[in-house]
């Protein structure tokens, strides 16, 4: 059973860091990429980044470019989100998500994702 889980989110004041992670587990076959994308109350799904498994390419959002890193432990089966230099634009539920497509149309191909993790930026 595949699964996917979020940890690391929680309340950071503006222009603090988070670091989550995404274990990931279950997989029978490799996935093309794999990457986060957040929704806020009230707002549309925005991808935010997301890694290609096998080159180890990345996409961020314009949102997010310059401010956050992901990164992959393929030894460990999880992803890392690095979230620095947070806004309160930036608070919503995070979710790790599988995906055939890396890029600007990752939410359209998502394959799985997790349950996501509450990240709350307020002073």
């Known amino acids: 059973q595949v699964q996917l889980v979020e940890s690391g989110g929680g309340l950071v004041q503006p222009g603090g860091s988070l670091r989550l992670s995404c274990a990931a587990s279950?997989?029978?076959?490799?996935?093309?990429?794999i990457g986060w994308f957040r929704q806020a109350p009230g707002k549309e799904r925005e991808g935010v980044s997301c890694i290609i498994s096998r080159y180890g390419t990345t996409y961020y959002a314009d949102s997010v470019k310059g401010r956050f890193i992901i990164s992959r432990d393929n030894a460990k089966n999880t992803v890392y989100l690095q979230m620095n230099s947070l806004k309160p634009e930036d608070t919503a539920v995070y979710y790790c998500?599988?995906?055939?497509?890396?890029?600007?149309?990752?939410?359209?191909?998502?394959?799985?994702w997790g349950q996501g993790t509450q990240v709350t930026v307020s002073s």
């Open positions: 998500a599988t995906s055939s497509y890396c890029g600007s149309y990752y939410l359209d191909y998502l394959d799985y």
């Open positions: 279950g997989f029978t076959e490799d996935y093309h990429a």
